[in-house]
């Protein structure tokens, strides 16, 4: 396993995708991380990320000490790099010669990060992003690598396996740099590379046998992927000692709570509570309109409903979460102020403190294709596993304005007519998200020689690698125009459709 300390790069997180996707296990750390825990993780290397400081600015973070102390191999990127040179008796000074963005580095020395893949004499690609740069190395390292703006964009000390790049390998704007980590792990800090899903579930369930023993576990489950290979993995470790309990609000799409339930009941026997809430939620989201209030009374609801029937169950010692690794990496944030909320979220993390259950959250480790690729490993179907995420609060952010009953069926035929397009023009796994949104106006339309006075609805598609930002997905106009016709033909009530084109940011993939 390898270990990343995190000095607070934007692109951290990229290291451990690349290093997973070869087969290695590691974990990101903040910078802070103490000895004693660096130790009893027992990692066969060490990488050291970018950060946003500057390594000549006063108290600028440094590496623990003991990083260069254990006999491991060392990789410093970018910030990782720098900060190396300047603990091993090196010099870093600002560049008058900034680099960010695409760049070509020389290669002008062997070593065994580019072994099959940078050969000596090469030109290769890198993605730069640098103010900083190392300009005296310490002792014991040589130049490898070479940029205009970054004449020791690559370092290395053979003996002791320390290495420095000023690049960024974990991007794909490096076409190789991926390759180069993998050296690392497996040639240089001799990591086995042999991490596999199948391999993770067996332990994984395991480790939940040993820490439910003969306790009785719950999990809310959505629908969604997180929740729903939470349920199988854990009702692979304990059986029924698992009741999943399904919140139905009324707001879910087409089938969907039918699917749930076929799928979680019928097919892999889990003990499943099915509660139909629909009436409680409408009933409380009448006259609702504001998209905060909306949020909060769900959210609200979602924990009464929640809880009552954990209590009907006679209660249980574990609570199961789908909780995944981005949610619970450190973060490493400089600044740390309070940053403003531009949605509350609501999803079954959320459960109140008083419910005081010990929490079993067997997916803490993994990102989210991994969680994709552990629900194949279990036999989930792929419609199930593969499908695009669905917000806590439903349908109700999709219907601008009161929601209602009639609302959300008119919503739910829309939406599932434009989905069903997506799939069978095959487009559906290259966007992030789709949906429908029922518009709170009506337009006048004409059909054969009547005219018409009705709904408007929107189309939503993106692509998006982490919902935090997002692109508009570019239809062609003959598949949007096909939906549309589809929609207003089959949909009584809708005589208006429009695209909503708006970016992440300045826009949110929701509406409300
Ligand atoms: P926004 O609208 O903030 O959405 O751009 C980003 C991503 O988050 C999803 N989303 C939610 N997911 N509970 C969730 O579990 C929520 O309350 C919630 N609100 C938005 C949204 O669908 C998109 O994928």
Redesign the pocket.
């Known amino acids: 396993r390898i270990l990343i300390l995190d000095f607070g790069s934007q692109v951290t997180q990229l290291i451990a995708r690349r290093l997973r996707e070869t087969g290695v296990y590691c974990e990101i750390w903040p910078y802070t991380a103490t000895e004693d825990r660096i130790r009893g993780f027992g990692p066969k290397g060490i990488i050291l990320s970018g950060g946003p400081a500057s390594v000549t600015g006063a108290e600028s973070p440094r590496a623990p000490q003991v990083v260069f102390e254990m006999g491991l191999p060392v990789l410093g990127i970018c910030y990782g790099q720098q900060a190396m040179a300047a603990q091993l008796g090196g010099e870093v000074e600002p560049s008058d010669h900034r680099e960010f963005g695409r760049a070509f580095v020389d290669v002008i020395a062997d070593c065994s990060l580019f072994e099959g893949v940078w050969p000596k004499g090469a030109r290769e690609q890198v993605w730069m992003s640098h103010g900083d740069r190392v300009t005296r190395l310490p002792s014991g390292f040589r130049v490898v690598a070479a940029s205009e703006g970054a004449p020791m964009a690559a370092c290395a000390d053979e003996t002791r396996h320390f290495y420095g790049v000023q690049f960024h390998p974990e991007v794909v704007h490096t076409p190789h740099g991926a390759q180069l980590l993998k050296n690392f792990a497996l040639r240089v800090a001799g990591c086995r590379g042999d991490w596999t899903m199948a391999g993770f579930k067996a332990e994984a369930i395991a480790r939940i046998r040993a820490q439910v023993g003969t306790g009785r576990v719950i999990c809310g489950l959505s629908g969604g992927v997180d929740s729903s290979v939470a349920a199988v993995l854990i009702h692979e470790a304990i059986g029924d000692q698992l009741t999943c309990i399904y919140v139905d609000h009324g707001l879910m799409r087409a089938n969907e709570s039918e699917q749930v339930v076929a799928t979680f009941r019928d097919r892999f026997n889990i003990r499943l509570v099915h509660r139909d809430a629909s009436d409680l939620f409408l009933g409380q989201l009448s006259g609702v309109t504001d998209p905060e209030v909306k ?1 909060k009374t769900i959210g609200r609801l979602f924990i009464e409903v929640f809880e009552e029937e954990q209590v009907k169950l006679g209660g249980a010692d574990f609570l199961a979460q789908g909780t995944l690794y981005p949610d619970v990496i450190e973060s490493v944030s400089a600044t740390g102020g309070p940053s403003v909320t ?2 509350s ?3 079954v993390g959320g459960l109140p403190s008083h419910m005081r259950m010990k929490l079993v959250e067997p997916l803490r480790e993994l990102f989210k294709d991994e969680v994709r690729a552990l629900g194949r490993e279990l036999g989930i179907p792929e419609a199930i596993v593969g499908r695009h ?5 439903g349908l109700a ?1 999709r219907i601008p304005g009161e929601v209602t009953r009639e609302k959300a069926d008119l919503l739910r035929k829309v939406d599932s007519i434009y989905l069903e397009e997506i799939r069978n023009a095959g487009l559906y796994d290259a966007i992030w ?1 789709a949906f429908a949104v029922l518009l709170p106006v009506r337009t006048v339309g004409v059909m054969g020689d009547g005219r018409t006075y009705d709904q408007a609805c929107a189309l939503r598609a993106v692509t998006s690698t982490d ?1 935090m930002t ?1 692109d508009v997905y570019p239809f062609d106009m003959g598949f949007l125009t096909r939906v549309a016709n589809r929609i207003v033909n089959e949909v009584r009530g809708i005589n208006r459709v429009t695209y909503d084109i708006t970016s ?1 940011p300045p826009g ?3 509406w409300e």
């Open positions: 949020r531009i949605k979220h609501h999803n995420p669905f917000p806590g609060p952010i998200q919902g997002a992440k949110t993939i929701e």
